[in-house]
């Protein structure tokens, strides 16, 4: 029966649609002539719930059947009625049992002599409370497919226990009304379907059976169809990674395995019949998975299972409307993840780019060598948070890699141990400790793994580096608005614009740097903008000041780069010297579609006017690599000479190797441009960004160059976290099982498809993103390509005979490209194609231009035999020639990475190990300049 003025389902339906077109609870109420609390309430309904229907109210169950019987009044009944003095408590207790557990559900044990029975009253009563939330369950579950044309399935509600009493983990507690009078505006997370479907399906019916999704004969081995050569269990791994690529929902998914089936392209049993196998398959790692919960109303950790009181603030607590409410995150363990990386690429550990007496990777840093321990791994860790794409949500990971890898094996093998999902930032104490706790045990215990010689080691893991922008630096280390948090410089607050802003300039007397002993004395007195302990001090042997290093890809690629360009095209600035006008503007954005990089820079260049869409890597293309020369003509020359300064010092910081008076160097150039932004740009633009630069060379002192701690290593593996997001419900759980299921797909990958076709591992690759120059981690060398047939030009024997002894008969094999030690080289027809030149390389003899590249046969003894792959890889290249001279405004510093120069028609033949590095030519009024190419990506 309706209940009093209810409001039809249609006009609740209209006010959800005027919600959704935009329109505000005030509009809505004064079109329709609804209250406005009316309106709010069926909106937060329906965002709660997604459905506009009647539900159930909590502790009155729905009847069975909705047009109840007419009631057969007997004489007894009138008999037994007594005087209400005598009978009437007795008489609505009988009412309210009757409307609790209605006669449907009563036991035939349950009769009027029971109940009068003196039997003990609270044994009694706690039987019937059992019985009347096992009754909610079973008619609301028949309501809800009653009213399916208005609503979606809603999670099982039941009643509360009067007492307060939480027998099971399936009572609900309205948590987030009582902890948050705006808990209706929270979305909810049906994770607790997943968690707790499956234990109510068995408690419904123990008897059943799953269906099997295979054959029971399904074996991996078994062959698609007779004569092929692909097994079932490579379809599988296919499936699988095509549904992960291309984010397929389950009923997309279903529709696929429908689609496979209905062809009949495979034999029975080769074909997966339900989702059920595809999505416990993938990945091992998804079942290890732990959720961590905090309390909604103080947000303090709780773990894993929670009591019935949050120990804080003494809020009721309930694991499934935790869930329900998003009240979690989601940890992978470390030991489970650093097993399977260990056992995997256990062979380049130590296996570093290192040079004698200079800085280069991670392990050359000073703090890192005063600290080493033997059989011990370190790792650099990274806690920043990044929103999500049209979404008011945002994801907070905490990314891992091992620092005892090479660079280029280190951005292949991000840990992911920590996601946290929802709206602004996640309490830090909460959210740091599972992270501090299983590193602690590490630290300590250590754990065992197997090589793959298949020796036991035993190793322990250490947290040595923390990588954040400035603001979630502040937060990890619990710092407020003082100041530097390497120094103890404060700041100051000057005008700009409308307002205030705080600088940075350099002070007369250099401010002493923090230490992680004065730091700790700090949280006592809560000095020096610290505003109490940080989670991450109780991390073992992690100094969260030198530890926390400043990161060039906020500070300068995306701070003080796009400041800078900023101001010269400001039109507000038009009358300062250093402006730009729109013909500079035009004229730089025809030069930047001009330009052809090489593949290590990543983004092709774009306008300068689009400079609001660029990514931090085109940012750092545009201020290492083009700036130099485009803008020589269009800055004055005093202003061109400051910019210089910061150019320079970062090619040094990001230089394959530096030794220590490059070092000087660099940290005295970047204190000296920092020093001249008053004077030249104004005070109110030396900004916090400005700052952090004077102290990248101490950081590149302790921890190694720039490149060996920097966040460009985590961006695959963080873009890798946003393509596995689909939508806000149950995020982190569903981008945490897609991206194991990634990663257990690339390791299966090699093992299932060992035997396969090129064509399949190509595809194989081409889903998983797994590029083709990777392929060149087994050998030194490899083409890509089948190549050609051709012979050797006059001119080529001629520079041939000077690098390679005999003459050489026949035809050799030409090939467009080559892959030397993770670095692409291309001749200039094929960088015409692709709009990226990878011919321009220095060697120990100077600057060249790759012509072409061929293979040489070489003489060995398997010469008879079938398939010999001895070769040699010859470059022919034109030579480039330094310039006469490099101007006045380049000093010695700046021509060791910019040089002009001259082409030339000398023909060199060049092997692959005369290769020194890879180069990026530009040109600029029939000036062609060589930039040396810093370290960028993992190449």
Known sequence: ??????????????????????????????????????????????????????????????????????????????????????NGVQNIKKKIKSRIIPDVVKPESFSSDAESSNKDPSVSETLWLKLAQHHMKKTCNSWISASQVYCRPVPTVQAEDPDNEMDDYNIVYEVGEEADSSSTDVEEDFMANHFFQEQIDDAEDPGHERAQPFDPDFNQEKKIYSGSTVTAGALLLLLLTFILKHKLSNAAAKDLLDLLDLLNLVVPGCLPKSLQFLKNHPSQHCAEAETHLYCPKCASYIGVEPGNRCEVCQQRLSKRCLLEKAHYFMVMPLEIQLRNILTRVHSKLGKHFVRDGCLSDVVTGKEYKGDRQAGSITLTFKCDGFPLLDSKFSIWPILCTINELPYAERGRNVLLHTLWFGRGRPHVQSFFTPFVYELHKLSSEGFRWTDGTGSERRTTV???????????????????????SFCYHKGELVPKGQGFTRVYPVPTDRCDLRHVAETAKSFQHRQTGVKGPSPLVLLPSFDIVKGSVPDYMHCFCLGVVPDFVDLWFDSDLAHKPFHLTPQHLTDLDKALCAIQPPSEVGPGPRRVSDRKLWTASEWRAFALLYSPVLLEDALPILY?????????????????????EQLSYAESSLLQFVAQVPSLYGLENCSFNCHLLTHLAESARDWGLLWANSAFAFEGASSRLLQMYSASKSASSQIFSRVFSYEDALRRGSLVLQGASAEMKDLFRSMTSCDVVMRSSVDSEQTLGSGSQRFLTAAEVAALQKVHRGQHQGSVTQHKCLVHNNMLISTPGHSATTKRNDSVIETSSGFAVVQSIVALKDVCSCEEKLGCSCKT????????????????????????????????????????????????????ERRVYVVKMPVFEMH
């Open 873 to 924: 890889f010859v470059l022919f290249c034109k030579k480039l020639f330094p310039w006469r001279s490099h101007g006045a405004q380049l000093d010695a510093n700046i021509a060791e990475f910019l040089v002009r120069v001259r082409r030339s028609d000398e023909l060199c033949a060049v092997t692959c190990g005369d290769v020194v590095a890879k180069c990026f030519a530009i040109e600029r």
């Open 640 to 660: 061109h000479i400051h910019w210089m300064l910061l150019v320079s010092a970062l090619h040094i910081l990001l230089s394959p190797f530096a030794t220590q």
């Open 1 to 86: 029966m309706p209940r009093r003025n209810e409001i039809p389902v249609g006009i609740r339906l209209r006010i959800v649609e005027m919600h959704q077109a935009g329109k505000g609870y005030k509009s809505i109420s004064k079109s329709l002539d609804i209250h406005l609390s009316t309106v709010r309430q069926i909106i937060h309904k329906w965002k709660r719930f997604k459905t506009v229907a009647t539900l159930p109210r909590s502790g009155r169950p729905v009847k069975n059947n909705p047009i109840p019987a007419p009631r057969k009044l007997s004489k007894d009944n009138d008999e037994q009625a007594g005087p209400a003095d005598d």
């Open 462 to 484: 250490a947290a040595k580096v923390c990588l954040c922008d400035p603001a979630s630096r502040s937060l990890v280390q619990n710092l407020q608005s003082f100041g530097c």
